[in-house]
């Protein structure tokens, strides 16, 4: 700086024109921002915006006596003799000026008589554009200055934070009594109205994951607000000079921390946007992280931003308490917020507790001075006996929320409700939450005790006073296993188990509970993205709730989830496909049978899902293996057996075969070209067959077991590798003998599921029985998707299933009469 006082005195000093002047100044100032982030490095938060504020006025003064030097030349009057000051407004005049924030400026004169102050005022002002500030200036009388505040209540703001630069004492001593007359002014109608205006910024710029750090929920205008009514009040200089009455060392301390922290974080968010920007966009996080020494891993990211969320709620807390202890005296009831107050005795935690639950049969709004008494209390270093019997009976009171929020405030999540201790502040970088975790979950229990629509609000109403306390519960937690490396699904469900135990939930709720986190985000994946017209998708949604109940549940809580992620997210469009699919698994509730085979088929999934062998394969390959249809292939194998038979079947181009022949014989083809298995059955029908498995793959591949009661000669395994063989090119059948099947021993069920129908076949087993039946199938075009072919003491009981889009159903009297031999 002073090798620039020294350049602008020299040029100066040869009568230097004004641009060349401004010229210097402006390479200075664009010097001076291209290093900026050098200085941030080596500053802190409020240090940092301190020496942005000084290098501004250094270039103000600067300007000034260029100016002055230009309008007098050798012949300039003393500072105090010219009747101009220049005065720093808003932050700039609160030493907070942010890098790519306007520079508020003020020229403050006294129209004397030969001193042409306009025209000095208008050099000044020419060579400040020449320089490239970003300046936002006024020039006013100081005979004026109060009239002006009378017009608008953010020139009354921006005037009582104002400083002095440059220019005469005596016009500045004029305009602090002008400001001292401003500052006693109307002094009610100036606080409800910067209350009022508090308000309509909270609600335009709520606390999410990319806050407004200006005008948002505890952004600077929280804590600007707190210093301008406590000037007006008592004429101090800063928040720390408020009487201790109002805020303490402690308090102060903690809100000082936010606060400064939050400061580094906005001039980091104008250095990497390169333009004033007051919300800190996700995309921007990574750079402005990275701009406070954070690395770019998730972990650091996450830190980040749970330290920016941490910081807002502070300052949010603490403003709401100081304003309300320095505006007490000019505010009047809000009867709709039905405030609730501490009582006297009110010191330890349990008994705000139960002030609290007793009250949640209505909705309330938390006091400020019950947020403090909350921060402020005595209270044992976990959760006793007594404080979870308390927050056991709240959960059975209609109003919630108003407790839940109120916890949230005081900043006693964490403590309260252990369970979401490592939620409380966590961001959600999903592309689709708007809210930090814990901020998302209560807004979901709000939604559940305000639900909009009617359908949803007649099943809740429905529900026991038991099941509506483990419901809260549940919507309070269901996102409370995330943060961790295992799948937040099954952490939440252990959390919700152990919190819900302690709170003396009953066993049969509790595992209700489990089952709803567990799958709390199925709903609305299968809803918005499978199709709701194929059976198999709603069995397998629906083999998670078995009874109607749980799907009322599991639907209240998808609605309650959905509508807390964000604006319209929980859209009609989306609440048609979730009713759509309500109805339809509802209509699948009494198919008991295929729901347990769906639900035991969803159990090896996951189990599949986990095993190394199915990990190794290319995603294409997994897809393909969980979208076989046939149920009985996931329930008869290990996960390793199925991945085998798959890898198998990627690369087949027609047909692969293997034999064993150890305790028993046993065929395994994984065919693609068709096989006559009629023949196959036929040709090898001497033998007694125990077990039959046919199922279904993919890209029109199929998979047969066939297990023979015994073991045959070694020689004789070259026959059998030639009648497969054979199988694949021979035509028509080889049976003799019609085997006997009565009528009464064939059932059809056309309507044994959506898409499929099933032929059950309980008789006597005879030789040849099973290729005759397959040779029927094959000579009416019936595709076998899955056979399960078991004898019992000389009986056959076998179970055919087939898809409907074939030739099943439309020919069920043709295959009785063939199978019977009519």
């Not at 019609?738 to 030789?767: F, T, W």
Request: net charge positive; proline share 3%.
């Amino acid at each position: 700086m002073d090798n620039l006082k020294a350049q602008v005195e020299e040029l100066i000093y040869h009568n230097a024109e004004d641009f060349k002047i401004a010229k210097v100044l402006k390479a200075d100032i664009q010097h001076y921002l291209e290093n900026l982030e050098e200085t941030f490095r080596t500053s802190g938060g409020k240090d940092f915006l301190v020496k942005h504020t000084r290098k501004i006025d250094c270039m103000l003064q600067l300007v000034y006596k260029v100016a002055l030097r230009a309008m007098f030349g050798n012949y300039a009057p003393m500072k105090n003799s010219l009747p101009v000051a220049l005065v720093a407004l808003g932050s700039y005049g609160r030493e907070q000026l942010c890098v790519r924030s306007d520079i508020d400026l003020m020229i403050v004169y006294k129209d004397i008589p030969g001193y042409n102050t306009q025209a000095f005022i208008e050099k000044i002002l020419y060579i400040l554009w020449d320089t490239g500030l970003k300046l936002g200036h006024r020039v006013h009388t100081t005979d004026e200055l109060l009239e002006v505040s009378k017009t608008d209540i953010t020139i009354k703001t921006a005037l009582i934070e104002s400083r002095f630069i440059e220019g005469s004492n005596f016009i500045w001593t004029a305009t602090q009594n002008a400001l001292q007359k401003i500052r006693h002014d109307n002094i009610e109608g100036f606080i409800r109205e910067k209350l009022q205006e508090q308000k309509d910024k909270h609600r335009k710029y709520p606390l999410t994951m990319e806050p407004n750090l200006k005008e948002g929920v505890g952004g600077f205008r929280d804590a600007n607000l707190i210093f301008w009514i406590g000037k007006i009040l008592y004429n101090v200089d800063s928040i720390k000079n408020l009487p201790e009455e109002i805020i303490s060392e402690k308090e102060y301390r903690s809100f000082r921390i936010a606060l400064e922290f939050l400061f580094r974080v906005r001039s980091a968010l104008h250095l990497v946007a390169h333009k004033k920007e007051d919300q800190l966009r996700l995309d921007l996080i990574p750079h402005v992280a990275a701009l406070l020494g954070y690395d770019h891993s998730p972990k650091e990211l996450m830190r980040f931003s749970r330290k920016v969320t941490e910081s807002l709620k502070i300052l949010r807390l603490y403003s709401m308490i100081w304003l309300e202890l320095l505006t007490r005296e000019f505010q009047t009831i809000d009867k709709d917020k039905n405030y609730l107050y501490p009582k006297e005795g009110n010191e330890d935690i349990a008994s705000l507790i139960e002030l609290l639950v007793e009250h949640a049969d209505q909705t309330f709004t938390a006091h400020p001075t019950l947020l403090q008494a909350l921060v402020n209390a005595t209270k044992p270093e976990r959760l006793n006996k007594k404080l979870y019997q308390t927050l056991a009976k709240l959960f059975y009171q209609p109003h919630v929320y108003p407790v839940l929020k109120t916890f949230a405030y005081a900043r006693q999540l964490r403590y309260l409700l252990p369970p979401l201790k490592r939620v409380v502040d966590l961001p959600q970088f999903d592309g689709y939450h708007t809210y930090a975790v814990d901020i998302h979950s209560l807004q979901s229990v709000k939604h559940l005790e305000n639900i909009k629509e009617p359908f949803i609000q007649s099943l809740y109403k429905t529900l026991e006073r038991d099941e509506k306390a483990m419901l809260k519960l549940v919507t309070l937690l269901h996102d409370a296993g995330k943060g961790r490396k295992r799948d937040h699904h099954n952490v939440g469900a252990s959390l919700f188990r152990v919190f819900a135990s302690k709170l003396g939930m009953k066993n049969e709720l509790i595992e209700r509970g489990e089952t709803l986190i567990l799958y709390h985000t199925l709903m609305s994946k299968v809803a918005q993205r499978e199709d709701l017209h194929n059976h198999k998708v709603i069995l397998k949604f629906a083999s998670h709730f078995k009874s109607k109940k749980m799907l009322d549940l599991i639907y209240i809580l998808t609605y309650a989830d959905m509508s807390a992620v964000g604006k319209d997210v929980y859209s009609s469009f989306a609440s048609k496909l979730i009713h759509t699919l309500y109805l339809q698994a509802l209509d699948t509730l009494d198919q008991e049978k295929l729901l347990d085979e769906t639900a035991k088929r969803v159990k090896k999934e996951h189990s599949l899902k986990r095993s190394p062998y199915f990990l190794k394969l290319t995603k294409s390959q997994q897809n393909k293996i969980l979208l076989i249809p046939s149920n009985l292939l996931f329930l008869r194998y290990t996960p390793k057996k199925i991945v085998e038979i798959s890898k198998e079947a990627f690369d087949l181009e027609e047909y692969t075969f293997t034999l064993q022949n150890k305790e028993h014989l046993s065929i395994e083809i994984i065919r693609k070209r068709p096989i006559n298995l009629g023949y196959l059955l036929a040709k090898l029908s001497k033998l007694e067959i125990r077990h039959m498995d046919i199922y279904k793959l993919f890209n029109d591949t199929k998979y047969f077991k066939i297990d023979f009661e015994e073991k045959v000669d070694q020689d004789e395994l070259h026959a059998i590798e030639k009648i497969i063989h054979d199988s694949f090119v021979k035509t028509g059948s080889l049976l003799t003998k019609v085997p006997l099947i009565k009528p009464e021993e064939i059932e059809i069920d056309c309507e044994h599921s959506l898409n499929y129908g099933a032929l059950y076949l309980n008789c006597l087993n005879q030789r040849g029985l099973l290729a005759y039946v397959t040779e029927t199938f094959e000579a009416l075009g019936i595709d076998i998707l899955t056979a399960k072919i078991h004898t019992i003491k000389n009986r056959a009981k076998d179970m055919f299933l087939i898809e409907k889009n074939g030739n099943f159903c439309h020919n069920t009297e043709t295959i009785m009469k063939k199978l019977t031999g009519d």
